[in-house]
C-alpha cells in the first residue's frame, strides 16, 4: 500500500486534487489574487525548466537507441522495427480520425469563455532551450545514423553515457518537480473555473481511450494470425500474467520477465523470435501510449484552446510520434516525456496544455502500458510469421553481441 501511495500516479493525483482543492477555495480577489500571483510564477519558472530539458530528453532518448539498433541491423532487425513503427504510427492515425469524429460531439465548453483572468506573474525567469526542439530530433538522427555508418564506437559509448544523464536529470529532477507543476496548473484552472466543467468530459475520454486499446489488440492479433497462419488466441490467451504484471508497474521494462515468460509458453511463437522479439519489442513498440497521447492532446486542445489542432497538424505529429515512440524509454510516461517537444512544436501547446497532458497521461499509463506489452505477442508472432516465410534459421537471425 506504501509503495502504491508513493509512486508517480499516486503523487500526481494527490497533486492534481490539492490544486484543485485550493484553486476552487481561494478568493478571486484581495488575499486570494496575491496568492495566485505567486503560484503563476512558480508555474512559470517549472514551466521554463520542464521546456529547457526537452531538447535533452530528445537527444538522449532518440540518438543512443538509434546507435544501438543499428549496430545489429539485420535483416530480421529492420522488419522488427519497421513493425513497432507501423503499428505506431497506424494507431496514432487511427486514434487521430477517432478523435475528429468524437471529440466534437462530447460537447466540450470553450474554457477560455466567462473565466477568470489569471493574474500575471510576479517576475520573469527566462530559462532558454539550448536548441529548438525539431532542431533537436534532426540533430538526433543525423548523430545516431552517421555513428553506426561510421561504426564511431566511442561517439555509441558518449551517446549511451548522455542517455543515462539525461534519463537521471528526468529521474531526479523533473519527475520530482512534475507533481508541483501539476498542482499549480490545476489550480490555476479551478480557480479560472475550467476544472468544475470539464472534470466529466476526461473521465469519458479515458474510458473511449481504454476501448480503443482493447479494439487495437484484437486488431494486431487477427492480422498476426493471418499473416502467419496461426491462432493468434494460442498468443493472446497466455498474457493475461503480464498484462495485470504491466497495469502495476506501469512499466514495459519492468513487464519484461513476465512477458518473457507469457510468449515462452505459446506453441505458436518460435522460441528465437521470443528471446530476440520480446524484448526489443519492450522497448521500441509503445502502440497503446501513443493511441491514448494522439486522443489526450485533441481533447486538451478542445479544452483549453477552444478547438482541435489541423489535420495537417495531427497527421504530422502521428507520423512523427512514432518515430519518437521507437526512442522513448520504457518505463512510466517514457513516451508523453520524449514527445514534450514535438507537443510544443509542432501543436503548439503551451504551459497549461503540456502540464494538463502530463497529469492525465500519467493518471492512464497503467492502461497504456498494459496494451503495449500485450501487443508485443502479436508483432512477435508477425516475426515468427517472416522467419518462416523466408526460412531464416535461428543461427542466421542471432544479433551479433
Known sequence: MRKIMTSLPARLLLAIIAG???????????????????????????????????????????????????GHATRILLVAVLLAYTSSALAALVSMAAGFGIIPHLNIANAVDSLRKLPEVAF??????????????????????????????????????FQNIVLDIVKKIIIPVLPFFIATTFCGLA??????????????????VMVGHYIWIALLYGVAGAYAGKNPWEVLRHYGPAYLTAVGTMSSAATLAVALDCAGKSKNLRKDMVSFGIPLFANIHLCGSVLTEVF???????????????????????LLLGVFAIGAPGVPGGTVMASLGL????LNFG???????????????????????????????????????HHMNEQEIKLEL
Open 351 to 389: 504551459a497549461d496544455g503540456t502540464a494538463l497532458m502530463l497529469a492525465v497521461f500519467a493518471l492512464q499509463d497503467s492502461f497504456g502500458t498494459a496494451c503495449n506489452v500485450t501487443s508485443d505477442g502479436a508483432l512477435t508472432l508477425m516475426l515468427t510469421g517472416y522467419a518462416e516465410k
Open 124 to 161: 520573469q525567469l527566462d530559462i532558454p532551450a539550448l536548441m529548438p526542439v525539431m532542431s533537436a530530433l534532426v540533430f538526433s538522427i543525423l548523430i545516431g545514423l552517421a555513428a553506426v555508418w561510421t561504426k564511431a564506437k566511442l561517439i555509441s559509448n558518449l551517446l549511451q553515457e
Open 191 to 208: 480557480w479560472e473555473g475550467t476544472i468544475t466543467r470539464q472534470l466529466p468530459i476526461f473521465l469519458i475520454v479515458i474510458l473511449i
Open 296 to 318: 489526450f492532446v485533441m481533447t486538451v486542445s478542445q479544452v483549453l484552446y477552444g478547438k482541435l489542432p489541423s489535420l495537417g497538424s495531427m497527421v504530422l505529429f502521428c
Open 343 to 346: 507537443i510544443m512544436s509542432v
Open 20 to 70: 484543485i482543492a485550493l484553486g476552487l477555495v481561494l478568493p478571486g480577489e484581495g488575499f486570494g489574487l496575491s496568492v495566485m500571483q505567486v503560484i503563476v510564477t512558480l508555474r512559470y519558472i517549472m514551466g521554463q525548466l520542464i521546456t529547457f530539458c526537452v531538447p535533452l530528453i530528445i537527444i538522449g532518448f532518440i540518438a543512443p537507441s538509434i546507435t544501438k539498433l543499428g
